[in-house]
């Protein structure tokens, strides 16, 4: 883990991760922890309709999201949440599944623009590298152990505050795609090839 120090002790603070596995809401978890900080997460609203998982989710007061319905709820509860000072985790990809075959963050979706401009809270790129050798959805790589995930912070962005059309968010959400971006390239050139399952 590099860059705990730019989570700030206290304040409110969006993370945006890119989303390679199903390991990754752990790791930035722990990554927000290890900085002595609690992270709330959007989630997927199927995850809060298991059994175990979904009571564990909601009694850790994460943010169901549901997908594909234009519902505007999630992010009202997430800014209710940085305006009670807490760090708020986004995946602006909204899944594991990318396309590209070296696992480059995907395009974004505007929430995290959106958020942050709602709010005017700054957004930390923080990236993940690993957890696709690890566990992904189906294939090869469906679960495999002793391989390490790795985790670097980037510098805090500040959107900006106020309203903008769709322009300007695309705009500002493909910045934090780019920045995570950078971040994933300078992991996947120091992860070790030993690791790395082709």
């Keep these: 883990m590099e ?37 709330r997460f959007l989630a997927k609203q199927e995850l809060f309709e298991v059994a175990v998982v979904g009571s564990a989710l909601r009694g850790a007061g994460q943010i169901p999201v549901r997908r594909g319905t234009g519902d505007q709820s999630p992010l009202d509860d997430a800014r209710r ?19 590209a075959p070296d696992h480059s963050p995907g395009r974004g979706r505007t929430g995290v623009a959106r958020l942050a401009r709602m709010t005017g809270v700054p957004v930390l790129p923080v990236a993940t590298w690993g957890g696709q050798y690890v566990w992904r959805k189906s294939g090869r790589q469906s679960l495999a152990f002793g391989r390490p995930i790795w985790l670097l912070a ?16 695309r705009t500002e959400t493909d910045e934090v795609m780019a920045e995570l971006g950078g971040l994933v390239d300078r992991l996947r050139t120091g992860y070790p090839a030993r690791w790395a399952r082709r």
Excluded: W
Aim: charged fraction near 15%.
């Design 154 to 169: 980037g510098e805090p962005m500040d959107v900006g505050s106020g309203d903008a059309n769709g322009a300007a968010l």
């Design 3 to 39: 860059g705990l120090e730019k989570i700030p002790a206290s304040g409110p603070l969006i993370v945006a991760g890119n989303h390679l596995s199903y390991l990754d809401p752990f790791a930035h978890a722990f990554f927000v922890i290890r900085a002595g900080r609690r992270p």
């Design 81 to 99: 949440a940085l305006e009670a000072g807490e760090v708020v985790v986004i995946y602006p990809e909204g899944t594991t599944a990318t396309s």
